[in-house]
T-cell receptor, first 112, second 113 residues
Framework: NAGVTQTPKFQVLKTGQSMTLQCAQD?????MSWYRQDPGMGLRLIHY???????DQGEVPNGYNVSRSTTEDFPLRLLSAAPSQTSVYFC???????????FGEGSRLTVL | GENVEQHPSTLSVQEGDSAVIKCTYS??????FPWYKQELGKRPQLIID?????GEKKDQRIAVTLNKTAKHFSLHITETQPEDSAVYFC????????????FGAGTRLAVHP
C-alpha cells in the first residue's frame, strides 16, 4: 500500500515550458487535491476533485489545469510555466467529508 | 470563501515548557478543524483534529480547543520535547461543502534542549 505517490520529486523548467505533475493514490479515496507550499504562506489549495470526472478550483487555480479520468489519478498540468510557479507541490487524498487528508511526498519545481 | 489566520508565525520554547498556537477562521459553516505537523523536508501529517460538536480533544501531550462562537481554535503542546520541533498548520473545512480544506500560514516551533 503506497498511499499517495507523486512524480517527479524535483523538476527544473524554463519559463514558458509545460509539464505535468503526476499523482496517484491506491487507497480508493474519492477526494483528491493539489496544494502548493511557499515560505510564509502555508499550503494553498490549487484544484480539487470529489470524484472521477469532477474537478473544481481552489484558492490559487490560475496557470494550472487538472483532470480526473480515474479514481486513482489526478495530474496537475502547467501549460506555460512562470517563475511565480516555483514552489513545492503536494498532492493529497481523503476518503470523503471529514476524512484525514493524506499527502504525497511533494514535488519541488523551479522555474527559471 | 474560508480564510484561516494562524499565530504566531514562529515560536521558540525551552524543553519541558508548553506551546500554544492559535487560529481563527472566517466561515461559520466550517465544522472540521485538523492540525498537521510538517518536519523539515517531509510531508504534512495529521496529529489531531476536532469537530464543531466538541469543545476540546486531547491525545497524550497534545490538545486542541475550539470556540465556535469566537471562531477560533488552538493547539496546546505540553512538556515539549526537541522532536516536537517542526512547522504546524491549522486548517478548516466545511464538511457539507466540497471538501475544501483551507490551511493557515503555519507556525515554526523550535524546542531548545
Amino acid at each position: 500500500n503506497a498511499g499517495v505517490t507523486q512524480t517527479p520529486k524535483f523538476q527544473v523548467l524554463k519559463t514558458g515550458q509545460s509539464m505535468t505533475l503526476q499523482c496517484a493514490q491506491d487507497m480508493n479515496h474519492e477526494y483528491m487535491s493539489w496544494y502548493r507550499q511557499d515560505p510564509g504562506m502555508g499550503l494553498r489549495l490549487i484544484h480539487y476533485s470529489v470524484g472521477a470526472g469532477i474537478t473544481d478550483q481552489g484558492e490559487v487555480p490560475n496557470g494550472y489545469n487538472v483532470s480526473r479520468s480515474t479514481t486513482e489519478d489526478f495530474p496537475l498540468r502547467l501549460l506555460s510555466a512562470a517563475p511565480s510557479q516555483t514552489s513545492v507541490y503536494f498532492c493529497a487524498s481523503n476518503s470523503g467529508a471529514g476524512g484525514e487528508l493524506f499527502f504525497g511526498e511533494g514535488s519541488r519545481l523551479t522555474v527559471l | 470563501g474560508e480564510n484561516v489566520e494562524q499565530h504566531p508565525s514562529t515560536l521558540s520554547v525551552q524543553e519541558g515548557d508548553s506551546a500554544v498556537i492559535k487560529c481563527t477562521y472566517s466561515d461559520s459553516a466550517s465544522n472540521y478543524f485538523p492540525w498537521y505537523k510538517q518536519e523539515l523536508g517531509k510531508r504534512p501529517q495529521l496529529i489531531i483534529d476536532i469537530r464543531s460538536n466538541v469543545g476540546e480533544k486531547k491525545d497524550q501531550r497534545i490538545a486542541v480547543t475550539l470556540n465556535k462562537t469566537a471562531k477560533h481554535f488552538s493547539l496546546h503542546i505540553t512538556e515539549t520535547q526537541p522532536e516536537d520541533s517542526a512547522v504546524y498548520f491549522c486548517a478548516a473545512r466545511d464538511d457539507g461543502g466540497y471538501n475544501k480544506l483551507i490551511f493557515g500560514a503555519g507556525t515554526r516551533l523550535a524546542v531548545h534542549p
